[in-house]
């Protein structure tokens, strides 16, 4: 199985930054891509940003240029460094390790998602 755990979560002022990590642990054979979700409460769970594993990346239109998303191979965590945060930007985020391939699922791949992080943004 493979865990992901999120951290850096937590209440700001808007305007300010806050970065979030995530580790990925478990039987890993290979992650493809890694990325960030977000479920504000009462809509549904959107895409932020995601990141390929070499280094591509795609980003929602109401993130572009405030948030940047980043992953280290080797250590199997991504981040996202989000500036300028408005109070709209107020959602608990998820991390996801998309189309994953582990020990207990090789030669298929699955996503595997985190437990999720409060991220809340105070105007």
């Known amino acids: 199985q493979v865990q992901l755990v999120e951290s850096g979560g937590g209440l700001v002022r808007a305007g300010g930054s806050l970065r979030l990590s995530c580790e990925a642990s478990g039987s890993i054979l290979r992650i493809n891509d890694m990325g960030w979700y977000r479920q504000a409460p009462g809509k549904q769970r959107e895409l932020v940003a995601t990141i390929t594993g070499g280094g591509g990346t795609n980003y929602a239109d109401s993130v572009k240029a405030r948030f940047t998303i980043s992953r280290d191979n080797a250590k199997n965590m991504v981040y996202l460094q989000m500036n300028s945060l408005k109070p709209e930007d107020t959602a608990v985020y998820y991390c996801?390790?998309?189309?994953?391939?582990?020990?207990?699922?090789?030669?298929?791949?699955?996503?595997?998602w985190g437990r999720g992080i409060q991220v809340t943004v105070s105007s």
């Open positions: 996801a390790a998309l189309r994953t391939m582990s020990y207990s699922n090789y030669p298929t791949t699955r996503d595997y």
